[in-house]
């Protein structure tokens, strides 16, 4: 008679109580994350369960440590015993709670693994640290440090919590003929020709200077770009820097590159550890892509050449983007472009199948002079691209059907250029490298299949992070 079991041949290992005894404080510890972080699914718990702020400053104090630093067994009891220390803290209001009964599990099954004491110190869960002042994130860490300090003891005296968030921040993006994408994730499509402030405020000024890319279309693409870095006292004063068309520096206007003196140690790639300052530029690709990194202000800028036209992303602190008077209301990353200016409707941008777009490539190609204009043109041959052909060529960098594939085969039938192909990947790449928000990465065209169906995964998440959930629970029993 067959054995009865696993239908998969070494399955019946997983399930060995050695190896269930080895993980249960991980799976234990995973529950913890899992439904501490979206407890309002996994169960209601009561105001006053605080399990979740034990398990996050838990992990906190153990996120930097590793087998291979020296201390690591000490620093390790140290956190697990002031973990332990908060969930009895919060036990009577956590009773019947599977986070916090999960939670216990884990710290006794890792303290005996790890041959931890029950009695000894603790991990500080708010060490005493010194800010940068030239740093925005060593200031503003310190800053919601001791105001999460202050919260908590005023929430313990008066029986309430409070919630406080980390800073937050905004991304901002300029390519193509031009495309904007602004703070609040509005995607439009300008005119705006001449010079236009995308950024105006205390700190930052960010100008773009736009000019025709087709006669005849209304449609415009960046060929300058000035940045202003204003003075901040005791981390930099002023520098500006400014990109054109076959002339993106790696310096500032004065021949710098860096502002300010040596501030916070970082490791590098290769693990290294060294100074950064103030404000600095990093070429990446000479003549084609630079990066400003002004780390007094949180602010980082990513200036590209691609074809003979340029493209900005931006990504500021919210608090800076908002710190501007009334003169300096006129700002496209921070209001969009004034109706006059639009050149998509509500959102919704047609593709243009008819002239000026494809009748005036047509008319360039039929110029006797454009053989010999042509023959020196150090950007690339305009083509004529019909609806179908450019999808494709779009379709070669950008496979997701969102605005910035759209924006890419809006671009290459206005103007026959492919090179706009590669700013509209680029332009992607470096709203994903910057945009603090992964959710809000893709936005589709109004009124498209892609867009709905998009919108009605959520309930999806949620039933996938509860099975998660339910899985870790079963693998332990």
Known sequence: MGRAGCCCRGAERLASPSLVRRFRPVLLLIIALCCGAH??????????????????????????????????????????????????????????????HSAVLGISDLMSQRNCSRDGPTSSTHPEVHPEPCSYHSRTQHAHTHSH???????????????????????CGLFGDPHLRTFKDSFQTCKV?????????????VQVTNVPVVPGSSATATNKITIIFKPYEGCTDQRVYQAVTDNLPAAFDDGTVSSGDPIHTFAGADGAAGKVRALWISERTPGHHVELHAGYIGVTVIVRQLGRYLTLAVRIPEELAQAYDATQDLQLCLNGCPSGERIDQAGHLPLPLS???????????????????????????????????????CREKLEEPDIYFHSCVFDLLTTGDANFTVAAYSAQKDMESLHPHRDRWRIYPRGSATSTLNSDCQPIKRLTLLLLCALSVALMY
Do not use: M
């Open 193 to 205: 020709e001449g010079a236009w402030p995308l950024i105006d405020n205390d700190y930052l000024s």
């Open 39 to 100: 407890i309002g699914q996994c169960q209601v718990a009561t105001p006053q369960c605080r399990i979740q702020k034990c398990t996050t400053d838990f992990v906190s104090l153990t996120s930097h440590l590793t087998p291979a630093v020296d201390g690591f067994h000490t620093e390790f009891c140290k956190a697990l015993r002031a973990y332990s220390a908060c969930t009895q803290r919060t036990a009577k209001s956590c009773r019947g709670n599977l986070v916090f």
């Open 355 to 393: 002239p000026p777009a494809l009748g005036l490539q047509l008319q360039q190609l039929r110029r006797p002079s454009y053989a010999s204009q042509t023959q020196a043109y150090p950007y690339g041959t305009p083509q004529v691209f019909g609806v179908d052909g450019a999808k494709e060529r």
């Open 149 to 171: 300090v202050h919260a908590h003891t005023h929430a313990h005296a008066h029986g309430h919590g409070h919630s406080h968030s980390q800073p937050g921040y905004l991304f």
